[in-house]
């Protein structure tokens, strides 16, 4: 039984539970920005005393990558709430450790964690890791086996042939499931609508070697968080071109710390502190920073407004890459951050404003040509799209049956489907609320009411599954 409970209909809040013989699971525990912020409401999250009432016990989180949308509601919920061991890849499993101490919770939880291509038991689930390419470090498929036949939950993923930290996708390992007979599978549906040319890493790290090197001002490049990878070729860029570099932004510098930890990247040529950037000629000076989708506080913000002594001065001369896409709903905010740069005279490079044709970002996610290969390898007998809008599920279902696909299946939030060789049905719906947090509150749950999530059913109409 698959009951993908967030991540469908809207990007965000992945939770995805598998059940078998009255044992489940969760795969992904991460949270949804809300588009309202009238609220005051930072996060959203399903509520997860309705899942538990719905599902009973828990056996197990399973985490398939370290990005908010997967990993964000850990540190609200468990261990308190929800209590079963969490498991992780070491980078993800540090980036959740660091998130239970903030909370607090560290010492309660039973964090473990599962090398990338490692394979573990957990009751009826033997669950097999698969090496993917995505926008952060050890990003893992799922096959998820049980006595009903092998689901491949495939996480976030794109095929990058050249992706700089790690090896490409392991369709062999892919392929091989493929050829033993794939039931299901559970896949990202982020860019099932758009014919993108196979992107990778590399091509971003060539256009950073050329800006670096033809600008004679500071060049800052502006990356998520959890994006080690740009944030390392950026890195690469700038000492080739003879500049220092350092990199502003907690999130941004315990990634690189975790990264650095698990001998994926090496970080000793990168200054400790965007201080000591100081008293170097412009032409030596470069800086990788976060905020890409303008927050208040972020570092992109504090650049733009020029009053942090600890960062650099930007002017005339001096360059901004913006090595990130747009969230919907975030353009006037990153817009209103990036006025005062232009104002003084920055040159901004976006995705969409780069003069000599570079690719300064490409997507985590597969678009419909690699897509098609991962269905082609999988060959599964039913899929369940996820990890998108309704347009996104329809179109990739629609891609999913032409690739050989006996039946795509989409589903709403919280619908339960029953997987097994004899098909796959609707069985009805869990009704889980969504709940918002302040995060000033600490893990203060308290009960979302921007829309669209009104009309909340009240806990005693949810209906528990047989
Ligand atoms: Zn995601
Ligand atoms: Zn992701």
Redesign the pocket.
């Known amino acids: 039984m698959v009951v993908p409970v967030g991540g469908l209909g809207r990007i965000g809040m992945n939770w995805t539970l598998y059940g078998h013989g009255g044992r489940w699971i969760l795969v992904d525990a991460g949270i949804a920005f809300p588009e309202d912020r009238s609220g005051k409401v930072d996060a959203l999250l399903p509520d997860p005393e309705a899942l538990r009432r719905a599902v009973g016990r828990i056996d197990a989180l399973v985490v398939?990558?370290a990005?908010e949308?997967?990993i964000g509601a850990i540190q609200y919920v468990f261990p308190r709430v929800l209590s079963c061991p969490i498991w992780a890849t070491p980078f993800a499993g540090a980036a959740i450790s660091r998130r239970l101490e903030e909370a607090g919770t560290l010492g309660e939880a039973d964090l473990r964690t599962f090398p990338v291509g490692g394979a573990f038991r957990i009751g009826p689930f033997a669950i097999r890791s698969i090496r993917l390419t995505?926008?952060?470090p050890e990003?893992v498929a799922l096959a998820i086996g049980t006595p009903a036949g092998t689901v491949l939950h495939t996480?976030?993923f794109k095929l990058d042939p050249t992706p700089l930290i790690g090896e490409p996708t392991d369709l062999k390992t892919i392929h091989a499931l493929g050829n033993a007979g794939l039931l299901a599978m559970v896949c990202d549906s982020t860019n099932a609508e758009r014919d993108l040319p196979v992107t990778s890493e590399a091509e971003v790290r060539d256009s950073l070697r050329r800006i670096f090197q033809s600008r004679a001002g500071i060049v800052v490049v502006c990356c998520f968080g959890t994006n080690v990878v740009r944030a390392m070729s950026a890195a690469d860029a700038a000492l080739r071109s003879g500049r220092q570099i350092a990199f502003a932004g907690r999130s941004l510098r315990a990634h690189a710390d975790a990264a650095d930890r698990l001998g994926l990247v090496d970080t000793q040529d990168i200054l400790a502190e965007p201080s000591h950037l100081r008293g170097l000629d412009r032409r030596e000076t470069a800086l990788v920073c976060t905020g890409t989708q303008g927050e208040e506080n972020a570092v992109l913000a504090r650049l733009a407004g020029g009053t942090d002594w600890r960062l650099p001065q930007l002017g005339l001369g001096d360059t901004l890459v913006m090595s990130s896409s747009v969230i919907p709903g975030k353009a006037g905010e990153i817009a209103r951050v990036l006025e005062p740069l232009r104002a003084r005279g920055v040159e901004i490079l976006t995705q969409d404003n780069t003069p000599e044709g570079l690719t300064i970002h490409v997507s985590?996610?597969a678009g419909r040509a690699e897509l098609a290969t991962m269905h082609r390898h999988a060959r599964p007998r039913f899929v369940i799209p996820v990890h998108g809008t309704e347009a996104h599920l329809q179109a990739h279902a629609a891609l999913a049956r032409d690739c050989g696909a006996e039946e795509a299946l989409v589903g709403t939030g919280g619908e339960a489907m029953a997987v097994s060789a004899s098909g796959i049905k609707r069985l009805g719906r869990i009704e889980v609320p969504v709940l918002g947090v302040r995060r000033d509150e600490g893990v203060l749950i308290a009960r979302a009411s921007t829309p669209p999530h009104t009309g909340l059913v009240e806990r005693d109409q949810h209906r528990p599954l047989a």
């Open positions: 398939t990558h990005h949308d997967h995505h926008s952060v990003a996480g976030d985590g996610h």
